[in-house]
């Protein structure tokens, strides 16, 4: 069982920046991916960024490339997602997911892909 905890979001005006924090509890895999998804009412959940546990290699939704970037310390069991440049269209409550396997299959941008989620926190940019 994996448990996560989201935290750093908050409000902040375009061109402004944030860094979430996704702590990370229980057992992870070799071959585990950590993920950002982004959600809006009415919407569908958008990948937004991932990361290999292990390996560190990473992918981004083509709407955040070159602003966001994911990262990981596995000293500290965190997943960090550091937003520059945050565009009003960002504005979204923000997931961590996991997807816990030791057998690689790729990154998946698809949420239903990863079983383990935490609560969300909300990021707000005004224009």
């Known amino acids: 069982q994996v448990q996560l905890v989201e935290s750093g979001g908050g409000s902040v005006q375009a061109g402004g920046s944030l860094r979430l924090s996704c702590a990370v509890s229980?057992?992870?895999?070799?071959?585990?991916?950590m993920a950002w998804f982004r959600q809006v009412p009415g919407k569908e959940r958008e990948f937004v960024a991932a990361i290999a546990w292990g390996g560190g290699s990473t992918k981004y939704g083509d709407s955040v490339k070159g602003r966001l970037t994911i990262s990981r310390d596995k000293a500290k069991n965190t997943v960090y997602l550091q937003m520059n440049s945050l565009k009003p269209e960002d504005t979204a409550e923000y997931y961590c997911a996991v997807r816990n396997t030791d057998i690689w299959y790729g990154i998946s941008v698809d949420p239903s892909s990863y079983a383990y989620w935490g609560q969300g926190t909300q990021v707000t940019v005004s224009s």
């Open positions: 229980g057992r992870t895999f070799s071959s585990a991916i």
